[in-house]
């Protein structure tokens, strides 16, 4: 079974968008359920490609919310990496 982490990045990432789209007190919750499969599943997410290669995303609680992870199956963990606003048109331009 994989262990899920969140890098600070994505922590980050996570908060500004709680700020600034105020999303409700219970989006934190909500996005920890969305990552509960890759526990069991960790290729569960879409594989990415080009410049984001070898990397895999999930949507959130909300279809607009990608979080972009990757797999290191040789310690069993999955990196949440960024999480981004889809609908934004520099989504993953920074990340």
Do not use: N
């Not at 499969?37 to 594989?47: H, M, N």
């Amino acid at each position: 079974m994989a262990r899920v982490e969140f890098a600070r990045a994505a922590v980050e990432d996570l908060d500004r968008l709680i700020a600034v789209l105020t999303l409700p007190a219970a989006t934190r919750e909500r996005v920890r359920s969305c990552l509960q499969p890759l526990c069991e599943f960790p290729r569960l997410g879409t594989e990415l490609t080009g410049r984001w290669k070898d990397l895999r995303f999930v949507l959130g609680p909300w279809r607009w919310m990608l979080l972009v992870y990757e797999h290191h199956a040789a310690d069993g963990r999955v990196v949440v990496l960024t999480v981004q606003d889809a609908r934004s048109s520099s989504a993953s331009a920074d990340g």
